[in-house]
């Protein structure tokens, strides 16, 4: 037979095992909130440099496309005198 100690005893490990589950389910998600909000950060960052190299590109084809305006009206003028 059971007795009362021994009911007390399994509900108490019960408790401790319930407790130590809800800790480690606690520290997991403030640990994955953490990853989030370091993945978004990540994320921002791709996306500032990305848009910083298409304005590099830009400027060198807005160079490029100068240059060749300057070019042509170089060219004319050579042919005029």
Known sequence: ???IGTINLELFDLGYIASGFIFALVICSFYISKLKKEIKQTKRQYEKKSIGMDDS???VKTLENKIK???TAL???MENK
Do not use: C, Y
Request: avoid cysteine; charged fraction near 35%; aromatic fraction near 0%.
């Open 57 to 59: 590109n830009m400027k």
């Open 69 to 71: 305006t300057l070019e």
């Open 75 to 77: 060219k004319k003028q």
């Open 1 to 3: 037979m059971l007795n």
